[in-house]
């Protein structure tokens, strides 16, 4: 298996633009996480599927951030626009949804925001 | 609230020497712990896991870990740090299919 598959893993643009960043979780999870990583905040979840559906939204940090998973095997994360703040790594986890199942992570894609 | 509690945000160890890193949790149900390992610029890869069962639950790379329910700790131990093992460790809580991280230790390892 392939593993969690992200693109771009590196995106670099300036303040303004809108940025999209690609998940494809492993074949047969029906969970899909997205998590923003920085030094002063750590590990967030921003926003998790179940079955395409999401389901916690609660950690998206506000309006110019949305995501959606249109089937089962792709999920977009947008920022528009984006905000040097915004700057950070940004990961995507899948896992099955059985209670306590292992969340698979992806490479990252880290983030600048100029 | 459910938390995750990780004392001390950086451990350096000398290579040989054993590895302690702490975890606490906070927890209204019988928790779910996880470790999980960051090399730079990587993903995070699972070390193990406690769902339920036997409370020493090995894991990759010689590590392990004891969930002690009257102490609500689940500390990661390694008898022999290589180094190879630098990086940083983040425990973690599954509450409700989320997980809740703690801050996370970069573990050094001095030759």
């Known amino acids: 298996d392939a593993g969690v598959i992200q693109s771009p893993r590196h995106e670099v643009t300036e303040m303004g633009q809108e940025v999209t960043l690609r998940c494809k979780p492993i074949s047969g999870h029906n969970s899909l996480f997205w998590y923003r990583q920085t030094m002063m905040r750590g590990l967030e979840l921003l926003i998790y599927f179940n079955n395409n559906v999401p389901i916690d939204d609660s950690g998206m940090p506000e309006d110019r951030f949305s995501a959606k998973m249109p089937n089962a095997s792709f999920s977009t994360l947008k920022i528009q626009p984006s905000e040097p703040r915004d700057s950070a790594v940004y990961f995507c986890?899948?896992?099955?949804?059985?209670?306590?199942?292992?969340?698979?992570f992806g490479p990252g894609t880290r983030l600048l925001v100029l | 609230a459910q938390s995750v509690t990780q004392l001390g945000s950086h451990v350096s160890v000398s290579e040989g020497a054993l590895v302690l890193l702490r975890c606490n949790y906070s927890?209204?149900?019988?928790?779910?712990l996880f470790w999980y390992v960051q090399y730079p610029n990587q993903g995070l890869q699972l070390l193990l896991k406690y769902t339920t069962g036997a409370t020493l639950v090995k894991g990759i790379n010689g590590f392990e870990a004891e969930f002690k329910k009257s102490e609500t700790s689940f500390h990661l131990t390694k008898p022999s740090a290589h180094m190879s093992d630098a990086a940083e460790y983040f425990c973690a809580l599954n509450q409700g299919g989320k997980l809740i991280f703690g801050q996370g230790t970069e573990l050094s390892v001095k030759p």
């Open positions: 986890a899948s896992s099955t949804n059985r209670v306590g199942e292992t969340q698979y």
């Open positions: 927890s209204s149900v019988p928790p779910y």
